[in-house]
């Protein structure tokens, strides 16, 4: 399995439930690097975002040879009882559980804070890109469906809709088993990706079963999926410019 070295930081507002991604962590194997994205524009002049006390400047580059501190708290320690449990909910081999694995896989999300992360998956020689997350929003659906979660198959084909007639989020995509059962949403942060794939071509999005954990495993880490998508012309995953670096050129200019 190979390590993504960039992981994206968003954010959500507690208000709006809506999430925009604000800052961007690479590693290349001896320093990592953190940057505000210029997605924290937007976060600032809807939902009035406060730069992260770990990083109080918008415009500066943070380096460090350790794991920043605002990453390093969401990862489980491996000397807690049940890492190895938490490892294999997240189906990452042993031994190839570094942090920036386990962040990219796991989202990092806590109860006590609005922040989450995800990875930006590199394309593999066949151009074909890949995509691990755990399935949102289960807490809200009805028990048949949970049990048809407990149900799936590693590897088995769900389906993606688009529900155009929700009235709490008209962007909501959802998935679907063969036999027509909601078994979880999209993360809204990775949805504009998905959007534009399924718009580029439909066809070559394929949202399979990576693994189900059943209980007592916590809901947010029931629901392990895999998306794959095969890019054609110039697509580039996470591309546009709410994911660039935020630089002084940009603070000038909205000023």
Known sequence: MKTPQTLFLAWQDSNSRSWFPIGRLTFDGTRYKFVYTQGVKAAERMCNFAPLSSFPHLNEEYTSTQLFPVFSNRLLPRSRPDYASFRQWLNIPEHEDDPIAVLARS???????????????????????????????????????????????????????????????????????????????????????????????????????????????????????????LCKDDFRSFSNPEYQPLNQEDLMAAV
Do not use: M
């Not at 659906?141 to 929700?166: D, M, S, T, V």
């Not at 809204?188 to 990576?210: A, C």
């Open 107 to 229: 989202g990092g999300q806590r109860e006590t804070d609005t922040l989450t992360v995800f990875p930006c998956p590199e394309p593999d020689a066949a151009g074909q890109y890949q995509l691990h997350f755990f399935v949102h929003g289960l807490r809200h659906l009805p028990q048949c469906a949970i049990e048809r979660i407990n149900r799936l198959e590693p590897g088995e084909k769900l389906w993606l809709a688009h529900e155009f007639q929700n009235s709490y989020d008209s962007q909501a995509l959802t998935f679907h088993s063969e036999d027509h059962h909601i078994v979880g949403y999209c993360p809204r942060y990775l949805r504009n990706e998905v959007f534009e794939l399924l718009e580029r071509d439909p066809s070559s999005v394929i949202l399979k079963v990576e693994r189900v954990n059943l209980p007592p495993t916590p809901l947010q880490f029931r629901l392990l999926c895999q998306i794959t998508a």
